[in-house]
């Protein structure tokens, strides 16, 4: 079924996105971009307000992976530092690529908002959607005019970016249902950047209520981690404290938390 979809997207083309025709059009109209005072203010207040403290919550770009690194967040443990400026770096290079794609696609009215923030305190979840918009009214797809959207923005390096391309978009897909939970879209588009060369690729979702149901499911464990103070246990991949899951985890490796803290009461 998955599988189907995507091909079929694949096949569909233009008319199956909702973000790069017109982005794209956009800019070939606009060579040299003059930005809007307004638009600068929205990308203003992102850059000078202060990321949020993600302990205490359940981040839905954390949908998906290690509930045990899930609840580590959640009591806000330290974790691993980073020391190798080129990582720091792509960070920032992330952050970047967000306000640039945001502030044009503002400019170019292809998104109503950005920064879109989806609490849902009764579950501890919480999230930003990169952007929020309603699909236009002369879209290829008749079905999809005046339907709202959320949009993920990713950057990816090329070898990624083409496998992305060739296969889908998987490792981003559980972050966007939880966002389809939280936030009720109709649609939700991925848009990838390939990091080297630029281009993009643009994936267009509808809401699955089976893998919405999975997100659920996801949410009401942590949640009953949380209300029982019981840690989980370690995911197979890192059982034998080894393997490039227990190298790249930020709370794994020798000194990391994850090979000294099992109890709730020791961690909390
Ligand atoms: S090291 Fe492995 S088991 Fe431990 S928190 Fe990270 S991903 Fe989970």
Same mark, same amino acid.
């Not at 096949?11 to 971009?33: C, E, H, T, V, Y």
């Not at 985890?249 to 009461?265: S, V």
């Given at each position: 079924?998955?599988?189907?979809?995507?091909?079929?997207?694949?096949?569909? +083309?233009?008319?199956?996105?909702?973000?790069?025709?017109?982005?794209?059009?956009?800019?070939?109209?606009? @060579?040299?971009?003059? *930005?809007?005072?307004? =638009?600068?203010?929205?990308?203003?207040?992102?850059?000078?307000? #202060?990321?949020?403290?993600?302990?205490?919550?359940?981040?839905?770009?954390?949908?998906?992976?290690?509930?045990?690194?899930?609840? *580590?967040? *959640?009591?806000?443990?330290?974790?691993?530092?980073?020391?190798?400026?080129?990582?720091?770096?792509?960070?920032?290079?992330?952050?970047? @690529?967000?306000?640039? $794609?945001?502030?044009?696609?503002?400019?170019? &009215?292809?998104?109503?908002?950005? %920064?879109?923030?989806?609490?849902? %305190?009764?579950?501890?979840?919480? +999230?930003?959607?990169?952007?929020? /918009?309603?699909?236009?009214?002369?879209?290829?797809?008749?079905?999809? @005019? /005046?339907?709202?959207?959320?949009?993920?923005?990713? /950057?990816?390096?090329?070898?990624?970016?083409?496998?992305?391309?060739?296969?889908? #978009?998987? =490792?981003?897909? %559980?972050?966007?249902?939880? *966002?389809?939970?939280?936030? &009720?879209?109709?649609?939700?588009?991925?848009?990838?950047?390939?990091?080297?060369? $630029? &281009?993009?690729?643009?994936?267009?979702?509808?809401?699955?209520? =089976?893998?919405?149901?999975k997100q659920r499911d996801e949410l009401d464990d942590l949640n009953w981690y949380?209300?029982?103070? =019981?840690? #989980?246990?370690?995911? #197979?991949?890192?059982?034998?404290?080894? /393997?490039?899951?227990?190298?790249?985890?930020?709370?794994?490796?020798?000194? &990391?938390?994850?090979? @000294?803290?099992?109890?709730?009461?020791?961690?909390?």
């Amino acid at each position: 079924m998955e599988k189907a979809f995507f091909e079929t997207s694949k096949m569909l +083309g233009d008319a199956n996105k909702i973000i790069i025709p017109r982005l794209s059009k956009w800019m070939f109209d606009n @060579r040299q971009i003059t *930005y809007d005072e307004d =638009v600068m203010k929205t990308i203003l207040t992102t850059l000078t307000t #202060p990321g949020r403290d993600r302990s205490g919550s359940f981040a839905s770009s954390s949908a998906g992976k290690c509930q045990r690194a899930q609840i *580590y967040a *959640y009591l806000g443990l330290d974790q691993n530092p980073i020391t190798d400026i080129n990582v720091l770096n792509m960070f920032n290079d992330g952050h970047w @690529r967000h306000m640039r $794609l945001q502030a044009n696609l503002l400019q170019a &009215g292809i998104i109503d908002d950005i %920064e879109l923030s989806l609490n849902w %305190e009764a579950k501890r979840s919480k +999230g930003s959607v990169d952007a929020v /918009g309603t699909i236009p009214d002369d879209h290829p797809q008749v079905l999809w @005019r /005046g339907k709202q959207f959320g949009l993920e923005i990713k /950057g990816a390096a090329s070898m990624k970016a083409s496998k992305i391309l060739m296969n889908g #978009p998987d =490792v981003y897909r %559980e972050q966007v249902d939880r *966002y389809f939970l939280s936030g &009720g879209f109709d649609f939700f588009s991925i848009l990838v950047e390939d990091r080297n060369f $630029l &281009g993009w690729t643009e994936f267009v979702y509808q809401a699955d209520p =089976v893998r919405i149901q999975k997100q659920r499911d996801e949410l009401d464990d942590l949640n009953w981690y949380v209300d029982n103070e =019981v840690i #989980p246990d370690r995911i #197979p991949e890192c059982r034998n404290q080894s /393997g490039e899951m227990w190298r790249a985890c930020p709370f794994g490796g020798k000194g &990391g938390i994850c090979a @000294r803290t099992n109890r709730w009461r020791d961690a909390a």
